[in-house]
């Protein structure tokens, strides 16, 4: 990074330290912060889909769509995390090549599954084998994003389900009594006041979504956790110029502070938006903003 | 004319099924130094990725690079996600049960113990391993107490601060950890486990596996393997 750089075993105290955290490691050490930024930042909207959809459907009156929500979130939030990013998504890629295979190349005529392999057409292969890293990349996070909406989808969906119904029996009984339909009184009057019960669900969701990005590593993703054990590992001088010892406490003290100061963050702007969900609500906290105004 | 289409589109399926065998992937763990290790500038590294680019040249592919979680290694092969695992992988029947392994790129070589003092009981005490290794397995009929971990760091790190009495681990890469570590030694006889370390490949993929076997051999034969083996120090030589 810096022209002083070149030798690093000349160096010492600060300058090699300003050397030692702008080698093209650390770089992608510090990328990988955006990277999970990132995932946080499509995951949370979708898997919040994921829950209302969830959620929505359980509560049918259709029987299939009611078994359907029903049936995904006892499902998902049955199986261990681990087993699910363990085998899923190599289900779900699986999943996806398989249906391209069987739309793409109507003419194989040799079996898909031989012995332990999955083997699919050229054409069929998601990414293409030729594709660039980058491409392969895109892909494994956007497996990332999907597994990780749906299976923190079934527990936004379980919160939604139990804030549906938390919300006061007489607000949809005064909704009937005014003419609305069912489809009405969802939209105008349970969807909007149920926000408020689901909330602390939700919050709690989001802080055990933030801590469980390491599981991307399984994905093949290379996350802070990694990076931070791979660099705090012991550098030996055969196979680095900056030798050093068992840093990872220093590398995860940094992960932890990073954490921290997340979850501070996201407490504030929950609690703001609480705030906001709270008002005219028929709950003891919208009376109380009610008392204070009035 | 039907008879002019299907053989041009067979032509076309050979021909991209060429186009696919240009671009090899090869997964590797990238935490077993000298084997394969991230270099400072953030690559792959190591005799693996020398090796691996060598035996690209010589059969004429197109080889990318890609890490992946030493536990779910085997898995993504056989689902395709690479085609090569190129990882310090030793030859052991029960994983030939799933994967194809080419001919050895380096002899059976031995696993070693490293402790922190010389009077350790490595028959009946703790002993770290990486989980998943032919060195894992060997400590759990040992009638030692085996704890695994999943990084090969963390199984050094268990005998530091006590939680293992040793742990046992290819000899090239504990060597190292030795020689840079005044409290840490070699301790008790080498033990000889598996048939040294081979390319992963899948079972339905013979074509690639023959090529890389030619190449492999090619390289024995000029010796250019045996300079690499010594330049890394990961084993003997052939």
């Not at chain 1, 890629?93 to 050229?122: K, M, S, T, Y």
């Not at chain 1, 963050?265 to 008392?291: D, F, H, P, V």
Request: charged share 20%.
């Amino acid at each position: 990074m810096f022209s002083y750089c070149a030798d690093p075993d000349t160096l010492s105290g600060l300058t090699w330290l300003s050397c030692y955290l702008t080698t093209g490691k650390h770089m992608q050490f510090y990328l990988s912060f955006g990277t999970v930024l990132l995932l946080l930042a499509i995951t949370a909207p979708s898997a919040l889909l994921f829950g209302f959809f969830g959620a929505a459907s359980a509560r049918s009156r259709i029987w299939p769509v009611a078994w359907f929500g029903k049936g995904y979130i006892a499902i998902v939030r049955g199986v261990p995390d681990i087993a699910f990013f363990l085998f899923f998504v190599i289900a779900l890629d699986q999943g996806f090549e398989w249906v391209r295979h069987q739309v793409l190349c109507p003419d194989w005529d040799q079996p898909i599954r031989q012995g332990n392999d999955f083997i699919v057409c050229a054409q069929a292969k998601l990414p293409r084998g030729n594709t660039a890293q980058w491409v392969h990349e895109v892909y494994g996070f956007f497996l990332a994003v999907l597994t990780f909406s749906i299976v923190f989808g079934a527990f936004a969906a379980n919160v939604l389900f139990g804030a549906m119904r938390a919300v006061p029996h007489a607000q949809i009984e005064t909704a009937e009594a005014y003419g609305m339909s069912r489809r009405q009184t969802f939209w105008r009057i349970l969807v909007p006041q149920m926000w408020v019960y689901a909330l602390p669900g939700l919050s709690n969701l989001w802080m055990v979504l933030v801590k469980a990005t390491p599981l991307l590593f399984l994905l093949g993703i290379e996350d802070i956790v990694y990076w931070a054990r791979s660099l705090g590992g012991t550098a030996n001088p055969r196979f680095t110029e900056y030798p050093h010892g068992d840093w990872r406490m220093w590398y995860f003290l940094a992960l932890l502070i990073f954490y921290l100061g997340f979850t501070r963050i996201s407490e504030i702007y929950l609690e703001r938006l609480m705030l906001k969900l709270t008002r005219g609500q028929a709950t003891s906290g919208g009376e109380a903003q009610r008392k204070v105004t009035a | 004319m039907k008879k002019i289409i299907l053989s041009t589109a067979a032509l076309a399926i050979s021909a991209s099924m060429a186009m696919a065998q240009d671009v090899v992937r090869l997964g590797t763990e990238g935490a077993y130094p000298p084997w394969n290790f991230i270099n400072d500038s953030g690559e792959v590294d190591g005799f693996e990725r020398e090796l691996g680019d060598e035996l690209c040249k010589r059969a004429e592919l197109n080889c990318q690079w890609v890490t992946n979680d030493w536990d779910s290694i085997i898995p993504n092969l056989v689902s395709g996600n690479y085609d090569v695992i190129i990882a310090g992988m030793s030859i052991t029947d029960e994983r030939d049960e799933v994967i194809d392994f080419t001919q050895n790129y380096t002899p059976p070589d031995p696993s070693a113990y490293l402790a922190m003092s010389e009077d350790v009981d490595l028959e009946g005490g703790v002993i770290a391993a990486q989980a998943g290794t032919i060195q894992a397995g060997y400590v759990a009929e040992s009638g030692a107490t085996l704890v695994e971990f999943a990084t090969p760091e963390e199984t050094i790190a268990a005998v530091r601060n006590g939680e293992a009495d040793a742990v046992l681990a290819d000899k090239s890469f504990l060597t190292p950890v030795a020689d840079e570590d005044a409290d840490l030694m070699i301790v008790g006889p080498d033990v000889a486990l598996g048939g040294g370390v081979g390319l992963g490949v899948r079972e339905s993929d013979p074509e690639l596996k023959a090529t890389l076997d030619a190449a492999i051999q090619s390289m024995k034969d000029d010796g250019s393997l045996n300079a690499m083996i010594e330049k890394w120090d990961v084993a003997s030589t052939f």
